[in-house]
């Protein structure tokens, strides 16, 4: 089993920044993809980000420029870095990560979700 665990929401003003983290434990033999979803009240679940092992990422249109997703393999930890935040940022956010556990089956697992509010 697989857990995840986000940490780094909180209340912002518009335009300031925000760093999101969420590590994996369990029994984790790899783990590939890893991402940010966010879904605001009202609306569906959202990618935010992605990355791969490798280092290749992916943002939705409106992350591009503002947000960065990065990752420590080492740690099992992605983290994404959130700036010029936007009322319209306001959601929960949730981390997923995919890859093979210690029984070499594939697992997809998720947070519990971190809730991010930006207001004035």
């Known amino acids: 089993q697989v857990q995840l665990v986000e940490s780094g929401g909180g209340l912002v003003q518009p335009g300031e920044s925000l760093r999101l983290s969420c590590a994996a434990s369990?029994?984790?033999?790899?783990?590939?993809?890893m991402g940010w979803y966010r879904q605001a009240r009202g609306k569906e679940r959202e990618l935010v980000a992605g990355i791969i092992s490798s280092g290749t990422t992916n943002y939705a249109g409106s992350a591009k420029g503002r947000f960065t997703i990065s990752r420590d393999n080492a740690k099992n930890t992605v983290y994404l870095q959130m700036n010029s935040l936007k009322p319209e940022d306001t959601a929960v956010y949730y981390c997923?990560?995919?890859?093979?556990?210690?029984?070499?089956?594939?697992?997809?697992?998720w947070g519990q979700g971190t809730q991010v509010t930006v207001s004035s």
């Open positions: 997923n990560a995919g890859g093979r556990d210690t029984r070499r089956l594939d697992f997809s697992s």
């Open positions: 369990g029994s984790i033999l790899s783990i590939n993809y």
